[in-house]
Each structure stands twice: as C-alpha cells, then as structure tokens.
C-alpha cells in the first residue's frame, strides 16, 4: 500500500404499573399477614372479659366480631378491595348492633393501607371517606353522653388519612421500581440487538471476503492447473492461507457467541491490515492500487474497524459483482483534519440496476457502520463506467 504524505382485586383491577401478588414470586408474606391477625386477635381477647361477667352472649358475639374483622387480612393482598369490604362491612354490623369498638377495628385502617397501596386513587379515596366516616358513626355518640372528649374522635381519623397517605406513597414507589425495571429490560434488549447486529456484520464480512476469495483463487488454480502447474499450486497454496485467516476469525466470533464476552474487546483488524487486504484481493487476478493521502492517524478502535470493513465489503462487492470486466481496483483513503475519507473505485460493472441504493447485506452493513459513527457513505456507478463507494467518517473532536 502506498502511502503519500498529503393482580386480582376482588372487583376492582390494579394498575398495570404495579406488581400484584398473582405475578410475584412465591413469597412469605403470608407469614407476616398470619403474625399480625393474631397479634390483633390476642391484643382484643382481654376485651371478650368485659363482656363475659353475666353477658357470656355479648362476650361470644365480640369474639366472632374479632375473628370476622382480622381473617379478611389473610388475603388482603390478593384480594384487597374484596377484603376490606367485608372487613368495613363486619365493622359497620357490630356497630348497629351496639356492640362497643374494639381493638380488632384496626383492621379497617389495615385494609385501607392496602388498598391505597394497590389500586388507583378512584378505588382507594372512597375507601377512605369511609373508614373516616366509621368513627364518627362510632364515636359521636359516646362524646355527646360525655363518655369520651374529642380527642377520642380526631386520633382515628388522622390515623386513617395518614394510613392512606403511606398506601399512595408505597404504591408510587413500587411503580417507579416496576418502570425502571422495564427500562432495564428494554435496554438489555436494545443492547442485545446491537450486539447481535455488530456480530452479524461481522460475519457477514468474514464470511464474504473469505470466501469469495477462496472461490476465486479456487476457480483460477482450476483453470490453470493443467496450463501452470506450479501457478495452480501457488494459488491454492493462498486458498489455504485465507482458509486459515477465515477461521481463526471464525473462532473468536464464535467465542464471544459462546462466553458471552464483549466484541469491542476482541483484537479487530484495521487500517495497518490494509497490506494483506491488497494482496488476497490481488491474488484472485485483479490489481489493487492503495494509496494513503497524509498521515496515518491514531484512529478509536471502532473506527479504525470500521474503515477496514468498509474497504474489504468494497473490495468483495467489486469481485463479486464486478464481472468479466473487472481488472482494477482504486482505493484512495485521505486524512483531513478531522475526517477519514474512504473512496473505492472499480472498473467492473457493478451491481446490475445500481443506483446508489442497492439491495444486499453489504452495501447495508456499511450504511450501519457509517451511520453509527455520524459519518455519510454515497455508493452507485461511476459515469465513466465501473462502481465507486464513498464513505466519511469523522474522526476529529471526541471522535
């Protein structure tokens, strides 16, 4: 190369944001659900005794109003409008039928947590206004009969607005963690399809460069074995040759297919590969002028890999489609101040119906590797006949 300096809610359904129980893994907050109904059936039971001396009815009714308020818990989160429901309608029978309240009540505020936690406002505010309204049809009278102060009545209910407050707060954290979450997956996906797409150009270049000239070269010994002996042999010696290159960057391809690793980490080729690039393209009959304009630049490794796939997809192009009057090659790569440009011309016929937008892998694996670096690449047939490929790629800046 010559160089030139030059979840289920019981009737209700929760928001699609948030995580319900029926899709969370096998857990055991069920335990925890457990743990408190007893806790709040045995932080009852010393009641059950202010109604048992004489009144053992009155004391059993107590007992079965508990048990009706804290069991509805155990599902709460799989069901929670279906369980405070029935909690909030238990809570409002022993009301009417006089019974006093009691410490199993606390399963309303409970309950409404949950909702709060779990469903849209539209669901959890009403459940709210009730729960607020529950002490004052519960308390108002014992404050009237001076039985208890006001005190009694408000604690309840900034017990219960508070209560709701925590829910919404706890159900817009869990919606915040569910969308970053899908935005970790859609990016492992956008991420996994360029890995997929970079090692698909990959091999595509490997692929169609080896090979094509292994055919070529393949094709000419053939031709000439029983003309040039010797020259077959030479021929097919470099057939071997690029065999060999061909599947020791098979191998590492599909190493990283198999270990998973990163493909910018790899030893890629670059433009100092450029000298054996010629002369695998020349072996296969055609002359291949490289000129470089400038200094060789210190080029980022994507670019530089970038450049040198650039010009081999041209040089397979202009073999592959280039025809029988296919004889030379041009490839002239100019350093500006902070652009590389690539040109690539040939004199063949280039691909049939080419109007600088021709179908194939590899006109388009070198659109994608332009684009990805902001350069600009112009392709189509020459006026004086043969095929040119013109790609820039900024290399100046942060490049």
């Not at 698909?200 to 002996?229: F, K, N, W, Y």
Request: charged content about 20%.
């Amino acid at each position: 190369m010559r160089t030139e300096r030059d979840t289920r809610t019981g009737g209700a359904s929760t928001d699609a944001s948030v995580d319900g129980p029926a899709r969370q893994k096998p857990s055991r907050w069920w335990l925890v659900d457990l743990v408190l109904v007893l806790g709040l059936l045995a932080y009852t039971i010393p009641f059950f005794a202010g109604y048992f001396p004489g009144r053992s009815l009155e004391g059993a009714g107590v007992a079965i109003v508990a048990v009706a308020l804290c069991v509805p818990l155990l599902v709460r989160r799989r069901y929670p409008l279906a369980s405070f429901t029935v909690i909030f309608v238990v809570a409002s029978a022993h009301l009417a039928l006089g019974l006093a309240p009691i410490p199993a009540d606390l399963a309303l505020v409970i309950g409404l947590y949950t909702v709060a936690s779990r469903l849209p406002v539209r669901w959890s505010l009403p459940a709210l206004i009730l729960v607020v309204g529950w002490p004052l049809v519960a308390f108002v009278p014992r404050v009237r009969a001076g039985e208890a102060d006001f005190d009694l009545l408000s604690l309840p209910v900034v017990l219960a607005a508070w209560i709701w407050t925590w829910g919404l707060l706890t159900r817009s954290r869990r919606q915040r963690a569910g969308e970053q979450a899908r935005q970790r997956e859609a990016y492992a996906r956008v991420v996994a399809a360029e890995e997929r797409n970079l090692i698909a150009r990959e091999l595509h270049d490997i692929v169609s460069h080896s090979l094509g000239t292994m055919v070529v070269m393949a094709d000419g010994a053939a031709h000439q074995s029983s003309i040039e002996p010797r020259r077959a042999g030479e021929m097919m010696t470099r057939v071997g040759e690029a065999g060999r290159s061909a599947m020791v960057d098979m191998r590492r391809m599909l190493g990283v297919l198999r270990d998973g690793d990163d493909v910018a980490r790899m030893p890629q080729p670059g433009l100092t590969d450029l000298d054996r690039l010629v002369e695998q393209t020349e072996a296969t009959g055609v002359r291949v002028d490289a000129t470089m304009h400038g200094e060789r630049p210190e080029l980022p490794p994507g670019v530089d890999l970038a450049a040198y796939r650039i010009v081999q997809e041209a040089f397979t192009n202009a073999r592959k489609h280039g025809g029988l009057m296919l004889s030379e090659i041009q490839a002239t790569i100019t350093v500006h101040a902070e652009e590389l440009e690539l040109r690539i011309r040939d004199d063949g016929q280039g691909p049939r119906g080419a109007d600088g937008k021709v179908p194939g892998h590899g006109l388009v694996g070198m659109r994608e590797r332009v684009t990805a670096y902001g350069g600009s690449l112009h392709t189509g047939p020459r006026p004086g006949g043969g095929f040119e490929v013109r790609a820039v790629l900024p290399v100046g800046g942060g490049a």
